[in-house]
Nanobody, 124 residues
Framework: DVQLQASGGGLVKAGGSLRLSCAVSGVRFTDYDIGWFRQVRGKEREGVSCIGTIDHETIYADSVKGRFKLSSDNAKSTVYLQMNSLEPEDTATYYC?????????????????WGRGTQVTVSS
């Protein structure tokens, strides 16, 4: 089974940076698209970014374009979400998710496997 472990969250001041990691195990890493999502309590989970397995296409939500950047390390089976210029509005629990070789999408329903979240808090 696919196992996903998200880490790297924390408390940071507005304008600061964090790097989240999503370690994938139990399957061949390169077969899976990886997406990052975030959720604020009481609100729906929203897509942040994703990376495609075949062509490494990346997609970003408009709210994070130019500030967040995805990368992947096949040797470590890990996807990284570099978050710069963080804003208080970025405060949320961040989750990574995986789907087998489907087109990269920010749709929550497009993913089959989810890891536990990591909390990101941005203070003003």
């Amino acid at each position: 089974d696919v196992q996903l472990q998200a880490s790297g969250g924390g408390l940071v001041k507005a304008g600061g940076s964090l790097r989240l990691s999503c370690a994938v195990s139990g399957v061949r890493f390169t077969d899976y698209d990886i997406g990052w999502f975030r959720q604020v309590r009481g609100k729906e989970r929203e897509g942040v970014s994703c990376i495609g397995t075949i062509d490494h296409e990346t997609i970003y939500a408009d709210s994070v374009k130019g500030r967040f950047k995805l990368s992947s390390d096949n040797a470590k089976s890990t996807v990284y979400l570099q978050m710069n210029s963080l804003e208080p509005e970025d405060t949320a629990t961040y989750y990574c998710a995986a789907v087998f070789s489907d087109p990269c999408t920010l749709d929550v329903d497009g993913y089959d496997y989810w890891g536990r979240g990591t909390q990101v808090t941005v203070s003003s």
